[in-house]
């Protein structure tokens, strides 16, 4: 089971993923950008304000792809559930908003199309949803991205792309107070798991509503 954390800088999901890290031992903890040498050279370009939007995509993308190979299928192969805090739900936000003014025609889908050959859709995705002012004021402005009109756009792309029924999508109401969020974080995960351990048991009605619940954990439907 693979579950993306997603939400604007300084929205509070880093927290949440340490709460998470310490109640589920067991579980596969990572992020994006990653601690590897791609992971770093998407540090420098985030670090720099004159970075070129299409090459910063695309050094995301190689730490998307990375990251992906090393440690996320290996893990699920494993059986493992992995928790990563930002996924690729971040690209397609935060890289359409930095390429809206760009020569492509369309960033937004231009971007889920250079996902959907070879990354893996997550299970669950888990949306702190905060308002852009809060959220740029709570991050401190500590790269580019925290500003408060970008993390405008930012909602903007985050918004088109849940509301086209991505059912793998929870919203938290990530305003409230960091116990409140961690523990509705959790709640939210634990049916998740239930639900998964139940059609591990076996349990397969042909009713056809939970036919296609069932194909979608065990095949994976893509839905990025
Ligand atoms: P992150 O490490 O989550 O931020 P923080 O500094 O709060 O720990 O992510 C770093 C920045 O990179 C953040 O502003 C979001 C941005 N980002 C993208 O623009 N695209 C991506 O694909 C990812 C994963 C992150």
Same mark, same amino acid.
């Given at each position: 089971?693979?579950?993306?954390?997603?939400?604007?800088?300084?929205?509070?999901?880093?927290?949440?993923?340490?709460?998470?890290?310490?109640?589920?031992?067991?579980?596969?903890?990572?992020?994006?950008?990653?601690?590897?040498?791609?992971? =770093?050279?998407? @540090?420098? #370009?985030?670090?720099?304000?004159?970075?070129?939007? /299409? $090459? *910063?995509?695309? %050094?995301?993308?190689?730490?998307?792809?990375?990251?992906?190979?090393?440690?996320?299928?290996?893990?699920?192969?494993?059986?493992?559930?992995?928790?990563? =805090?930002?996924? @690729?739900? #971040?690209?397609?936000?935060?890289?359409?908003?930095? /390429? $809206? *003014?760009?020569? %492509?025609?369309?960033?937004?889908?231009?971007?889920?199309?250079?996902?959907?050959?070879?990354?893996?859709?997550?299970?669950?995705?888990?949306?702190?949803?905060?308002?852009?002012?809060?959220?740029?004021?709570?991050?401190?402005?500590?790269?580019?991205? *925290?500003?408060?009109?970008?993390?405008?756009?930012?909602?903007?792309?985050?918004?088109?792309?849940?509301?086209?029924?991505?059912?793998?999508?929870?919203?938290?109401?990530?305003?409230?107070?960091?116990?409140?969020?961690?523990?509705?974080?959790?709640?939210?995960?634990?049916?998740?798991?239930?639900?998964?351990?139940?059609?591990?048991?076996?349990?397969?009605?042909?009713?056809?509503?939970?036919?296609?619940?069932?194909?979608?954990?065990?095949?994976?439907?893509?839905?990025?």
């Amino acid at each position: 089971m693979l579950i993306t954390l997603e939400g604007l800088d300084g929205s509070g999901k880093t927290t949440a993923w340490e709460h998470l890290r310490d109640r589920y031992t067991e579980y596969c903890f990572t992020r994006e950008p990653t601690h590897s040498w791609y992971g =770093d050279a998407v @540090s420098r #370009s985030l670090n720099n304000d004159n970075a070129d939007p /299409l $090459a *910063e995509l695309f %050094l995301f993308m190689a730490d998307h792809a990375d990251h992906l190979h090393r440690r996320i299928i290996p893990a699920l192969n494993q059986g493992k559930t992995v928790i990563s =805090d930002r996924y @690729s739900d #971040s690209r397609i936000a935060y890289q359409s908003a930095a /390429l $809206a *003014e760009s020569r %492509l025609e369309n960033p937004f889908e231009y971007i889920r199309s250079l996902h959907r050959p070879f990354s893996y859709s997550p299970d669950l995705t888990i949306y702190f949803s905060i308002d852009p002012e809060t959220a740029a004021e709570r991050a401190g402005a500590t790269n580019k991205f *925290e500003r408060t009109d970008y993390l405008r756009l930012v909602e903007a792309q985050y918004e088109r792309l849940f509301s086209a029924g991505t059912r793998r999508v929870t919203r938290i109401d990530a305003t409230q107070p960091k116990t409140a969020v961690a523990n509705q974080v959790s709640e939210r995960i634990d049916a998740a798991m239930s639900w998964t351990a139940w059609f591990d048991w076996g349990h397969w009605p042909s009713y056809a509503g939970l036919f296609r619940i069932r194909q979608r954990i065990l095949f994976r439907r893509w839905d990025i």
